[in-house]
């Protein structure tokens, strides 16, 4: 479960385990092609400070083009995280703080995962170190061999 009724977090912390459907509204405008479902673990817990910690991991699989070469590429993203979650509008103002709505009845942990997930995409994916890329001129795969425009160039 990924919506947790805050009074169980009274009585101990709750275990947050469970998946998110790619097609999930929450990853709406992420531009991140999910293979599959975004699966989850963790354990959410209530700070004596009335604040909420969540430590828990989020795995998932996407397909990206290489910067290169645009080959598609299957990354596999892997978040640990470890947050705090506050209805107090001070700690709102620390980034890593995820904001929760005064006297929340329930907290969803969806749009933390999006966040979370976010900030591990890579911002270069590249299908090998040494991808060659594609020619600037002619837009050939440069890992399939040298292009006619190389060829050309090359005196006779
Ligand atoms: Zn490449
Ligand atoms: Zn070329």
Same mark, same amino acid.
């Given at each position: 479960m990924l919506k947790i009724a805050v009074r169980d977090l009274q009585r101990g912390p709750v275990d947050t385990d469970g998946e998110v459907s790619p097609?999930?509204?929450?990853?709406?405008?992420?531009d991140l092609p999910l293979d599959g479902p975004v699966s989850v673990e963790g354990q959410l817990q209530a700070t004596e400070g009335d604040d909420f910690l969540w430590r828990g991991v989020i795995r998932a699989t996407a397909t990206i083009p290489c910067r290169r070469c645009l080959v598609d590429v299957q990354v596999r993203l892997h978040r640990e995280v470890h947050v705090l979650l506050s209805s107090d509008s001070e700690a709102?103002?620390?980034?890593?703080v995820y904001p929760l709505p005064e006297a929340a009845l329930q907290i969803d942990l969806t749009g933390v995962v999006r966040e979370e997930l976010a900030l591990e995409v890579p911002a270069f994916v590249l +299908?090998?170190?040494?991808? =060659?890329? /594609? +020619?600037?001129?002619?837009? =050939?795969? /440069?890992n399939a061999g040298p292009c006619a425009c190389v060829r050309s160039a090359e005196p006779a």
């Open positions: 097609s999930d509204p929450v990853f709406a405008g992420l709102a103002d620390d980034p890593s +299908c090998r170190e040494d991808c =060659a890329g /594609l +020619c600037p001129t002619c837009g =050939a795969d /440069l």
